[in-house]
């Protein structure tokens, strides 16, 4: 569980390279293309590897649903806060309102795949 939730964070963080400019310090592309593309690729991710965590449980599905979702969702923004917010220079409200917010994608996410693997 904490080992996938480290790999809904680092992945992202070390894709996120690819569109920064090392010598300008800036994003290469358009910020908010930025933002989609780290949206749709940590739900990717995420998906896999609830699917993946969910295949190796026999019960309990809802209670492991909201468990690993908020267990993913404190390490990406522990992470964040410890990483990111040095260096962007952003206090944490507006972090929260710009980034952190769609963590809690990841809870919504783990907790529906576990209501539905309950009913299956």
């Known amino acids: ?25 800036q ?23 609830l699917v993946h965590y969910f295949r190796k449980i026999s019960d309990r599905f809802v209670k492991e649903g909201l468990i690993i979702g908020l267990c993913w969702f404190l390490i990406n923004i522990v992470l964040d806060v410890v990483v990111l917010l040095p260096t962007s220079q952003m206090d944490f409200g507006t972090y929260f309102q710009q980034i952190g917010m769609r963590y809690l994608l990841i809870p919504i996410i783990s907790l529906g795949m576990g209501y539905v693997a309950r009913s299956k």
């Open 1 to 25: 569980m904490i080992l996938f939730g480290l790999i809904t964070w680092i992945v992202p963080f070390v894709t996120s390279f690819l569109f920064f400019n090392m010598e300008t310090q």
């Open 27 to 49: 994003l290469s592309i358009n910020e908010l293309f930025f933002k989609s593309i780290m949206i749709v690729e940590g739900g990717l991710i995420g998906v896999f590897l």
